[in-house]
């Protein structure tokens, strides 16, 4: 029999949220990442066998090797927060309360909720949309390596596809399409289209992975977390908004403009014009305030008129 509404334990927010890449829901971004990561490195071996030179996949595996168990490492390590993945309820020193965990977690001002993952993750750096998991300072270290090691795959594989697409004799790199392929000229010209397709697809990986991979250089060069850098371009564009914009108060303004008046008219030019402008004002100012008495005056009557 099921427990009554009111006596039912509420599950703390570690239990409700994601825990790991690998569990669903899983977006598009990551299923095509896995996809095209799994093909790729799959017919490589197919295209590279029959024609290149035995040492140049065993460079393109022992990149793998890397990559492999890293992604592994970053798709299946929780990295919450410790007192959040706990649901601590009680007041410690070096804890803030995180109202959306609804506990207390480390009191580091790196340590951010991720609203995709639904926790709170120290030395919070970014959500990655194509690992399906957030990076922080426990599982930052691998990532980097991950992406550096995937660049270092993406060239190699990439060179490889045109050195063999390009007819030449270059003993380093094995023997051209045309020689290792040569049971037809149809066959040559399939292993031909597919080391294109395959390059293409390679290079589209690099474009993406170098972005990704120099962004990171630069963060870490400047000793910020992605994070970090968001908020602060953030900042820096609203203030570029706001620039072309007088901040300064009504008064300060009026005074500038009479110190400019000063310089150009005289001190008795001056005090005239501004002595005309400020009885302008002032009676402009009454006119108005007499205006709303007035008015004010007339919907009281019709109030009184209707009760």
Known sequence: MAPPADTAVKKSAHALSRHRGLEPPFNGTYVATIVAFLF????????????????????????????????????????????CRANTQSVQDGLKFCNHCACYTSNDSRTRHCYDCRKCVPGFDHHCVYLQTCIGQHNYPIFFTLISTVWLWCILVTALDVLLVVPSSLAPFGLPANACIAQSTTMVVWYSVLLGVHALLCVGGFMVVSS?????????????????????????????KTRGHDSRTLGERFAELRDKATATLGPKCTRAAFAVSTTRSRSSAASADMKRTQETDARQIAITVKG
């Open 40 to 83: 790729l490195s799959s017919t490589h071996y197919a295209l590279y066998v029959p024609c290149v030179h035995w040492a140049w996949y065993a460079a393109t595996s022992a990149l793998l090797a890397i990559a492999v168990p890293c992604w592994c490492f970053v798709a299946l390590y929780d990295p919450v927060d410790p007192y």
């Open 212 to 240: 990704l991979l120099l962004f990171h250089c630069i963060i870490c060069f400047k000793r910020q977390t992605t994070y970090e850098w968001l908020v602060e371009d953030m900042m820096k564009k609203r203030d570029s």
